[in-house]
């Protein structure tokens, strides 16, 4: 009997992965430029404001899939079934037999390449165990009714809050798996009131109706601590900010499709012109082995979610994700990102939890990037009750509430700064580690440091570049007196003085540490003052 169990098992498992998922990317697109020329044509006009406020270009990236080719990679006889596209990509993401997907490189000229999620199919194997993402945060903490005071003042986000920065004017999108009774619930009436919740979209069931999947509130939780408000006994980080809901996590399995899906979203998200994405998701192992990113792939720039969450971040997104709640299993995908903010969680005392996930040397930058309070944090479900819950999933929208509200104030900083000054004002910037990166963010300290680098307009200097490796220009235009230049950095120390004599001068940074720096010229009674990098 064992012996036939044991045969079932091997034929079931053999007829389940026989199907395999890959990335298929296409050669190029249609009608390119034109729509470059005319963007309003592919982007929403709140999107094309917001790239010109940061000085972000059009690009071909911004152009949709050619439809032709993905219908006719959706005909019957190709044998495969197409999930999600991508324009950044300029891909959809298939599932089918090696055979089929294989073929679809000689068969249809316009298809450039394929991408596997079994890495083993591409010369790369790779595994790793299962674990299930939301365990740890499904449970339930003995919670004080009504208390958010505690996870708020730890950031310092109420000091924003009483100079009315409550995120108005910031438009958040939210990628996550579930978001029954946002559009009926008590906890969301002011969003709703004040017209804020704008809409959303299932990329998981392809329907217009993100609130009809009830099988999981995990994104309703995660939506509170941003966005909810019951009077005297629950306020979001950014109660006042506008948002767009997107599902895209499928939470019956675990397969690479859902990074599909989420880049899909993220590629949506900035069409309609969102400045912050939250997403409090991360991937890693899949249901089948195959599929699973080693540690090695966890380094910024390689899985497909994550290469989306960059792009989303040059596309002037700021992208916020949870670190991830496999402790010290490392973080996962997107939170490793070069280009994203990745949350830790600590718990009400400000100290690491043990669940949180730990950054590594397989990370390219420092990752994770800041923490806030993730062990029992205040959360509303889909029954509109006010719990505790443990997870990233909850410090990751605390800290993206934060921002929201922090960009209110500074709108004319562009994502990157906003990065900067948040972790500029973290508790441990000068001795990041792996548990909490820079620490726990002050965001009263970061709209002060962020209004301090506002650059006057009266002197006409011009540093380059920046950021700088190692020679950095100066010019003046006109030298009328001796101008004086200090370099000091981010905790008010000077680590260079000189005297600038010449329309152009050079200077040497190569001994400064990397991080951010302020420079101070003064020419007589006036004062310019800029920020720089050094990388």
């Known amino acids: 009997m064992k012996k036939v169990l044991l045969l079932f098992v091997i034929l079931y498992q053999f007829n389940a992965y026989a199907q395999q998922d890959a990335w298929v990317f296409f050669s190029d697109k249609e009608n390119v430029q034109s729509s470059i020329n005319n963007p309003i044509s592919i982007l929403t ?11 972000i270009a059009i690009d071909a990236r911004d152009v949709p899939v050619n439809e032709n080719y993905i219908s006719q990679l959706k005909a019957p006889e190709t044998g495969v079934t197409v999930f999600a596209k991508s324009k950044w990509m300029n891909a959809v993401y298939v599932r089918g037999t090696e055979e089929a997907i294989n073929a679809l490189v000689t068969d249809f000229d316009f298809v450039s390449s394929v991408e596997f999620a079994d890495h083993s199919l591409n010369s790369n194997s790779r595994v790793g165990t299962i674990d299930d993402k939301f365990s ?19 950031i310092n986000v109420d000091a924003l809050h009483l100079d009315d920065y409550t995120g108005e004017g910031v438009i958040v999108a939210v990628l996550d798996s579930g978001f029954p009774n946002v559009d009926t619930m008590g906890a969301f009436q002011r969003l709703r009131d004040n017209n804020d919740l704008l809409d959303g979209y299932d990329f998981v069931d392809r329907t217009d109706n993100v609130y009809a999947f009830t099988g999981n509130d995990h994104g309703t939780k995660v939506l509170s601590d941003m966005a909810g408000f019951i009077q005297d006994q629950f306020v979001g980080t950014a109660p006042d900010a506008s948002y767009y809901l997107f599902r895209t996590e499928d939470v019956a399995s675990e397969t690479p499709v859902e990074e599909a899906y989420w880049v899909e979203a993220a590629e949506r998200a900035d069409s309609l012109g969102v400045h912050l994405i939250n997403t409090s998701l991360g991937y890693k192992t899949y249901d089948n082995p195959n599929y699973s990113h080693t540690d090695a792939d966890l380094d910024g720039n390689t899985t497909f979610i994550t290469r989306g969450a960059n792009i989303a ?48 040397a397989f990370q390219t930058t420092q990752k994770p990037d800041v923490a806030a309070q993730g062990a029992a944090a205040a959360v509303v479900n889909a029954s509109n009750t006010i719990v505790g819950n443990n997870g990233t999933s909850f410090s990751s929208p605390i800290v993206a509430g934060g921002i929201a509200s922090l960009w209110q104030a500074l709108p004319n900083a562009t994502n990157e700064d906003i990065k900067n000054y948040v972790r500029m004002s973290a508790s441990q910037y000068t001795t990041p580690d792996y548990l909490i990166g820079y620490g726990i963010p002050d965001f009263q300290l970061a709209l002060n440091i962020g209004l301090s680098l506002q650059e006057v307009t009266y002197l006409q200097f011009k540093v380059f570049p920046n950021p700088v490796n190692d020679i950095l220009t100066v010019q003046i235009p006109t030298l009328n007196d001796v101008t004086v230049l200090r370099v000091f950095d981010i905790l008010g120390k000077r680590v260079l003085e000189q005297n600038i004599t010449e329309s152009s001068t050079s200077l040497d940074t190569s001994a400064m540490a990397p991080g951010m720096y302020i420079l101070n010229f003064q020419s007589g009674e006036t004062i310019k003052t800029y920020k720089l990098i050094k990388s």
């Open 136 to 154: 740890i945060e499904e449970a339930a903490v003995t919670f004080n009714y009504g208390d958010t005071q505690n996870q708020v003042t730890m």
């Open 45 to 55: 006009q709140q999107a094309i404001d917001r790239k010109n406020t940061q000085g």
């Open 313 to 360: 971040n040059e596309k002037g997104i700021l992208v916020v994700t949870s670190a991830g709640n496999s402790g010290t299993a490392g973080v996962g995908a997107p939170a490793d990102g070069t280009g994203v903010l990745s949350i830790a969680a600590v718990d009400a005392n400000g100290d690491y939890v043990a669940f949180s996930s730990q950054g590594s």
